[in-house]
């Protein structure tokens, strides 16, 4: 069946550092890759998404990208701010059913 | 645009009791999901409905849930008699429609605590 698995949190960063968080994924066929976000008492927001291999998603200074061969999206941010704490889901999507990681919990201080 | 709504935001109720959720999914969008999400978990799901038409209900505990969403727009959750391993938050979520691509959005979610 289809899984993912992404890094296990939490993870405590100093503002400005950069952020990698890693994700991959079994599946069979080709599915849609997604990272969501879920900010303090928010629902889930849809961060960035890529449909096909070597596809980058971007938003926000988040990027990921679909990799085939590793089956991997890790998701990494260049320089993060403390607006950026949240927690963080790693998805695919096959057969019109969305499968989520466990989530990594980010907390940046200022 | 408004997004998904979810009512109530929180929900506190003794084991054996029912509860219901309510779920108004964004103008338009023709698919609606229930998710449930433990604690340190990522969202599982529940039931996708197609218009009114609930096409994967595998995952739904039969015994003591149930949904429907009638005119195929809102949405309601139930579970009865409810128990302590329900407690978690619950999800709703709607899309266009149900295609691989078609981005998921997701409501603030209904906190369940079973006591």
């Known amino acids: 069946g289809n899984s993912v698995t992404q890094m296990e949190g939490p993870v405590t960063l100093s503002e400005e550092a950069f952020l990698t968080i890693n994700c991959t994924y079994t599946?069979?066929?080709?599915?849609?890759l997604f990272w969501y976000v879920q900010y303090p008492g928010e629902g889930l927001q849809l961060l960035l998404k890529a449909t096909k291999a070597d596809d980058k998603g971007s938003n926000k200074g988040f990027e990921a990208t679909y990799r085939k061969e590793t089956t991997s999206f890790h998701l990494e941010k260049g320089s993060v701010q403390v607006s950026d704490s949240a927690v963080y889901f790693c998805a695919l999507r096959s057969d019109r059913k969305l499968s989520f990681g466990a989530g990594t919990t980010v907390t940046v201080r200022a | 645009e408004a997004g998904v709504v979810q009512s109530p935001r929180y929900k506190i109720i003794e084991k054996k009791q029912p509860v219901a959720f309510w779920c108004n999914p964004i103008?338009?969008?023709?698919?609606l999901y229930w998710y449930l999400q433990n604690l340190g978990q990522g969202p599982e799901l529940l039931i996708r409905y197609e218009n009114e038409e609930a096409v994967d209900d595998s995952q739904l505990p039969k015994d003591r849930f149930s949904a429907e969403r009638l005119k195929g727009v809102d949405s309601t959750l139930k579970i009865q008699p409810a128990e302590l391993g329900d407690s978690a938050v619950y999800l709703c979520?709607?899309?266009?429609?149900?295609?691989?691509?078609?981005?998921?959005?997701f409501g603030p979610g209904t906190r369940l605590l079973v006591l």
């Open positions: 103008s338009g969008h023709n698919t």
């Open positions: 599946a069979t066929g080709y599915p849609s």
């Open positions: 979520a709607s899309s266009l429609d149900g295609r691989a691509q078609e981005t998921q959005y």
